[in-house]
């Protein structure tokens, strides 16, 4: 071998050495590498009640012609809750979580509602509206990794 090539190789080396040290540096090998088991949701805002809330861990993510995603649930849970209800949910094997707050259809109310999804203790989504027909539900989604 050359001088010339084993530089090369040593150079070489020494980029893969300096990259991995760059990544643990940085963190980036860090973080939780064991899916979560659980999600905590909260349903605030002022309201009124009832609201429908579906939560599901069997949906699939569709994109359309312009690459907006939207969920598809195949398989769902339904209740009635109020705002200020709270709730840990197992998110099943796939660590992941679908939910949904939104007026039940026959309710001529527009309740200004919040909608909160916490995973190991840190918020994943938050959002809030007033429910009417042109936002009719408010959704949160997460999946682990």
């Known amino acids: 071998m050359s001088a010339y090539s084993a530089e090369r190789v040593r150079m070489g080396w020494f ?3 300096a990259g991995v040290s760059a990544l643990t540096a ?5 973080g939780p590498t064991e899916a979560p088991t659980t999600a905590s949701i909260v349903v605030g805002g002022p309201g009124p ?8 861990n069997q949906f699939v993510y569709i994109w359309d012609n312009f690459g907006n995603r939207r969920e598809e649930v195949v398989s769902a849970d339904t209740s009635t809750v ?4 709270q709730a840990d949910l197992e998110l099943g094997g ?4 679908f939910v949904s707050v939104g007026r039940p259809p026959e309710t001529e109310a527009m309740p200004q509602v919040s909608l909160q999804l916490f995973v190991r203790g840190e918020a994943i989504c938050e959002v809030a509206s007033v429910l009417s027909e042109q936002v009719p539900e408010l959704v949160c989604t997460y999946t682990f990794n």
């Open 15 to 17: 980029a893969i050495v």
């Open 26 to 30: 940085c963190s980036i090998l860090d």
């Open 49 to 56: 009640g009832p609201l429908t809330l579906v939560t599901s």
């Open 82 to 85: 109020d705002p200020g209800y």
């Open 94 to 97: 796939g660590a992941r979580i």
